[in-house]
C-alpha cells in the first residue's frame, strides 16, 4: 500500500525557509515520481514542484522557480521540499503525492496517491 506522510510545515515570517519531508512507503522510488502540490483557502490545489524517482528529473512551478528546491534520498525514500524566502502568497497546505512513472513527474493532473498534508503559513 502506498502512504505518503508530509512533516515540516509551521508559522514563518517573510523572507524566512522551510523544509518540508515527504516520508514514503509501499513502493519503489525508482518506479514513481513524487510530487508537492499546495491549496490555499479558496483556491484550487496547484502543482509546485516534482521529481521522477529513477533519473531525479525535477520540476518546478513558475511561482516558486529560484525559491524552492526538491530533493530526494531515495535510500531512506524520503522527498523534501526547501522552500526559501517565502512570501505570504506562499502560505497553503502541502501535500505530497505519488504517480506511477519512470522518467517524467510534470503530469501533475494524473497524481493518484496522497498525503494528509502539511499547513505552512507565513506571516508578513
Known amino acids: 500500500e502506498v502512504q505518503l506522510v508530509e512533516s515540516g510545515g509551521g508559522l514563518v515570517q517573510a523572507g524566512g525557509s522551510l523544509r518540508l519531508s515527504c516520508a514514503a512507503s509501499?513502493?519503489?522510488?525508482?518506479?514513481?515520481?513524487i510530487g508537492w502540490f499546495r491549496q490555499a483557502p479558496g483556491k484550487e490545489r496547484e502543482g509546485v514542484s516534482c521529481i521522477s524517482g529513477r533519473i531525479g528529473l525535477t520540476h518546478y512551478a513558475d511561482s516558486v522557480k529560484g525559491r524552492f528546491t526538491i530533493s530526494s534520498d531515495n535510500a531512506k525514500n524520503m522527498v523534501y521540499l526547501q522552500m526559501n524566502s517565502l512570501q505570504p502568497e506562499d502560505t497553503a497546505v502541502y501535500y505530497c503525492?505519488?504517480?506511477?512513472?519512470?522518467?517524467?513527474?510534470?503530469?501533475?493532473?494524473?497524481?493518484?496517491?496522497w498525503g494528509q498534508g502539511t499547513q505552512v503559513t507565513v506571516s508578513s
Open positions: 509501499g513502493f519503489s522510488f525508482d518506479d514513481y515520481a
Open positions: 503525492a505519488a504517480l506511477r512513472s519512470t522518467y517524467y513527474c510534470s503530469n501533475y493532473g494524473q497524481y493518484d496517491h
